[in-house]
């Protein structure tokens, strides 16, 4: 839970920022106020769970500032901090939607528990907004996208046969297992260089647009748009009704759709066809070759209908999934060495090198594997040569690898190379803004230092900085801050300094509050320490 604190008295209000164990509690200070101005700015900014507010401040009084917040809607829990024992100042209170009226001076544990049982309350609050109907409803809306997602993962093989029954019924579809399916790779051709309405950039508008017409234009098909790749349409047909003349209705529909799209966009689509129908686990292989026969395009030009054939005496196929090559470009951006590893293993898997019978065949996949990297190392600005260290030579000459498994080996100590490189880019990062976080509390140490308030000045939020520095340092900002002023102002005291002097030099303006931190860090006055 977030607090966001508005108290005018400067003293008191610093006092509730660090005299109280809120972080025990699980309670993150993101903002202190000293007028209703700059409380407003914070909230509008901050968005706080809870606000511990004083009526009586500059500006915008704290009254106002409650009905501001209760007119915006939003789920803060306010308690105030009065001076003034006045019915009609709790009855505004009260109206204002306010949680807890609490007078002046009132102790730091009644303060704490008027906080926490507001948070208590709060999590009640969510809990009932987010409850079972709440939860459906959104389920219910977010359907499509959960259909989607299974289709997915279906057609890229990432179910069991368990998990097609299960997960299918999980998002309403039937998908009956003694049925046929045939599938259709869909998508627009490359824009013509003479085309001035879309550019190369808008293909993924184009893309969206050709989904949304094979949805209106094939109903009897799903239609799956599969990130990173092509359109995938999936027709269910009778276990018993003729393969051939499910084949045969299926291209007729994808010739009808792609006229339909150029009529509609004004360019041109392609679509490839598996060969035949087959069974719910089948449908991965089937998707491999609507995919297949989609790339041949390049072949027979664009605005073309394409069947799956078999080529006599094929090479091993190289990769050709979109998907796991962006998968293991996120792993390698953020450095998640298990996942890129994993991901590779993957694409070695579909590659077929490992049934390759010719030198010709293994170097081609070499090469696949060498631009990939390539191209996602040039694409975030990473040293190739240097992240393939000796391995580099091999990408130039594979044939000096003695066999197929050593190429292997190769292939993952690059991408774990790449990742832990990018781990350590990371680490540097962090130990940067730790060391500029450090830096700022010995430059400043005259000064009322808060955590929300150098974030700011880094601009982070004060949630990730408070989580990186107690990672990097082993303790919390707010005892660093403290620890760092009580040692400066011993040394000070045991250097001859006066009271009042070592308190200025640590950023205490009360000699009476400084007196009492001091003491409660050392066990000792100021006094006993000064020789």
């Given at each position: 839970m977030n607090l966001l604190i508005v108290e005018d008295e400067i003293r008191l209000c610093y006092s509730l920022v660090n005299n109280l164990p809120w972080e025990q509690h699980g309670i993150e200070i993101v903002g202190m106020a000293h007028n209703g101005l700059d409380a407003l700015e914070l909230i509008e900014r901050k968005k706080p769970d809870l606000l511990l507010l004083d009526i009586q401040i500059p500006g915008v009084d704290g009254l106002t500032v409650a009905k501001k917040?209760?007119?915006?809607?939003?789920?803060?829990?306010?308690?105030?901090?009065?001076?003034?024992?006045?019915?009609?100042?709790?009855?505004?209170?009260?109206?204002?939607?306010?949680?807890?009226?609490?007078?002046?001076?009132?102790?730091?544990?009644?303060?704490?528990?008027?906080?926490?049982?507001?948070?208590e309350q709060l999590r009640r609050e969510l809990e009932l907004k987010h409850s079972q109907d709440v939860l459906q409803e959104k389920w219910r809306h977010n359907l499509p996208n959960l259909q989607n997602n299974f289709f997915v993962n279906w057609l890229n093989g990432k179910f069991v046969e368990w998990e097609i029954t299960q997960r299918s019924l999980d998002v309403q579809l039937e998908l009956e297992r003694e049925a046929r399916y045939a599938v259709v790779a869909v998508d627009m051709d490359p824009v013509p260089e003479q085309e001035t309405r879309f550019s190369s950039q808008d293909m993924p508008v184009l893309q969206f647009a050709l989904g949304g017409i094979a949805k209106e234009a094939m109903p009897g098909f799903w239609v799956c748009s599969d990130p990173g790749g092509p359109t995938a349409l999936i027709f269910k047909a009778a276990f018993?009704?003729?393969?051939?003349?499910?084949?045969?209705?299926?291209?007729?529909?994808?010739?009808?759709?792609?006229?339909?799209?150029?009529?509609?966009?004004?360019?041109?689509?392609?679509?490839?066809?598996c060969r035949t129908t087959g069974s719910r686990e089948e449908v991965p292989e089937l998707y491999r070759q609507a995919v297949r026969a989609l790339q041949n395009r390049i072949v027979y030009g664009g605005n073309i209908a394409i069947p799956f054939r078999e080529e006599p005496g094929n090479k091993p196929v190289l990769p050709a999934d979109a998907n796991l090559e962006k998968t293991l470009e996120i792993a390698l951006q953020t450095g998640d060495e298990a996942k890129a590893a994993e991901t590779l293993e993957q694409l070695w898997a579909m590659s077929g090198i490992m049934t390759a019978e010719s030198v010709d065949d293994v170097q081609e996949n070499v090469m696949f594997f060498g631009a990939l990297l390539i191209r996602i190392m040039q694409k975030?600005?990473?040293?190739?040569?240097?992240?393939?260290?000796?391995?580099?030579?091999?990408?130039?000459?594979?044939?000096?690898?003695?066999?197929?498994?050593q190429i292997h080996a190769m292939l993952i100590r690059v991408v774990r190379r790449?990742?832990?490189?990018?781990?350590?880019?990371?680490?540097?990062?962090?130990?940067?803004?730790?060391?500029?976080?450090?830096g700022i509390v010995e430059e400043e140490m005259d000064q009322e230092i808060s955590l929300h308030q150098v974030a700011d000045r880094l601009y982070v939020n004060s949630s990730y900085l408070s989580r990186l520095f107690k990672q990097e340092t082993g303790k919390s900002f707010s005892a660093y801050v403290i620890e760092r002023k009580m040692e400066r102002a011993k040394a000070a005291l045991l250097d001859g300094a006066k009271i009042s002097e070592a308190a200025s030099m640590v950023g205490y303006h009360d000699g009476s509050y400084f007196t009492r931190v001091f003491r409660k860090y050392w066990g000792m006055t100021p006094g006993e320490v000064r020789p």
């Open positions: 917040v209760q007119e915006q809607g939003t789920m803060t829990k306010t308690i105030i901090l009065s001076g003034h024992d006045n019915f009609t100042y709790a009855q505004k209170a009260l109206e204002f939607g306010v949680y807890k009226y609490l007078l002046k001076p009132a102790g730091d544990a009644d303060i704490m528990e008027a906080v926490l049982n507001a948070a018993d009704k003729d393969a051939d003349a499910v084949m045969l209705q299926v291209n007729t529909d994808v010739a009808r759709l792609l006229s339909t799209v150029k009529e509609c966009l004004k360019l041109t689509a392609s679509g490839g066809i975030q600005g990473w040293p190739f040569k240097e992240l393939t260290g000796d391995d580099f030579a091999h990408f130039l000459n594979p044939q000096a690898l003695g066999h197929k498994e790449a990742a832990i490189y990018v781990q350590k880019q990371r680490m540097s990062v962090s130990h940067q803004i730790v060391k500029q976080l450090l």
